[in-house]
């Protein structure tokens, strides 16, 4: 019996090396993006899935990058498993975590929240209004005035998420900036 053991363990010292050396792992700032891989987030029983915006939405001709009403009809017309996208709703810290922790996020993207310039007030695609009292993660607290918010040129300012080494923060934009991700929830509401 201990010659067998011995073998055994001969065996393993041999292979163990071997099978760590092949390993792939990855640090929070060597993790690459996560891209159009629907993944689900028991939380809100809902898919996520980071999206790459394609040639030919830009308003700059054939960029692959996008303005935020068309990141919302783009968003509107996926489908994963007969459930129709959205842009994103991020409601709760656990959500932006998963978003985080999941997708490793590196460009700007839109997600499902603009602010409505002329009732001065943030919506969700929902239609729910987002409070300050709301769960939120900011870059910097903004004053939505100096944000080029013209209720008569652009009547609102699209939500977008900036890229930081640790994750990612919310910033408001003008509607006429253009990112090449955007963030798309299918909610499916099932475990």
Same mark, same amino acid.
């Given at each position: 019996?201990?010659?067998?053991?011995?073998?055994?363990?001969?065996?393993?010292?041999?292979?163990?090396?071997q099978?760590?050396?092949?390993?792939?792992?990855?640090?929070?700032?060597?993790?690459?993006?996560?891209?159009?891989?629907?993944?689900?987030?028991?939380?809100?029983?809902?898919?996520?899935?980071?999206?790459?915006?394609?040639?030919?939405?830009?308003?700059r001709?054939?960029a692959?990058?996008?303005?935020?009403?068309?990141?919302?009809?783009?968003?509107?017309?996926?489908?994963?498993?007969?459930?129709?996208?959205r842009?994103?709703?991020?409601?709760?810290?656990?959500?932006?975590?998963?978003?985080r922790?999941?997708?490793?996020?590196?460009?700007? &993207?839109?997600?499902? /929240?603009?602010?409505?310039?002329?009732? $001065?007030?943030?919506?969700?695609? +929902?239609?729910?209004?987002? *409070? !300050?009292?709301?769960?939120?993660?900011?870059?910097?607290?903004?004053?939505?005035?100096?944000?080029?918010?013209?209720?008569?040129?652009?009547?609102?300012? &699209?939500?977008?998420? /900036?890229?930081?080494?640790?994750?990612? $923060?919310?910033?408001?934009?003008? +509607?006429?900036?253009?990112? *090449? !991700?955007?963030?798309?929830?299918?909610?499916?509401?099932?475990?």
């Open positions: 019996m201990k010659p067998i053991i011995w073998l055994v363990a001969t065996l393993l010292i041999a292979i163990a090396p099978t760590l050396a092949s390993a792939q792992t990855f640090t929070k700032k060597e993790a690459k993006e996560l891209i159009n891989t629907p993944v689900y987030n028991p939380v809100t029983k809902s898919y996520f899935e980071l999206v790459v915006i394609g040639p030919g939405y830009s308003i001709g054939n692959p990058e996008a303005h935020w009403s068309i990141a919302y009809k783009l968003a509107k017309s996926r489908r994963f498993h007969g459930v129709r996208g842009l994103a709703v991020i409601k709760d810290a656990k959500t932006n975590a998963f978003l922790d999941t997708f490793h996020l590196r460009r700007k &993207a839109w997600f499902g /929240l603009r602010y409505w310039c002329s009732v $001065r007030k943030l919506q969700w695609v +929902t239609r729910e209004f987002h *409070t !300050r009292r709301d769960y939120n993660n900011w870059d910097n607290p903004w004053d939505e005035s100096a944000n080029g918010c013209n209720s008569s040129t652009a009547p609102y300012l &699209a939500a977008a998420y /900036l890229p930081f080494k640790d994750g990612f $923060r919310w910033f408001v934009h003008t +509607t006429v900036k253009e990112y *090449t !991700r955007m963030f798309v929830e299918y909610q499916t509401g099932k475990e």
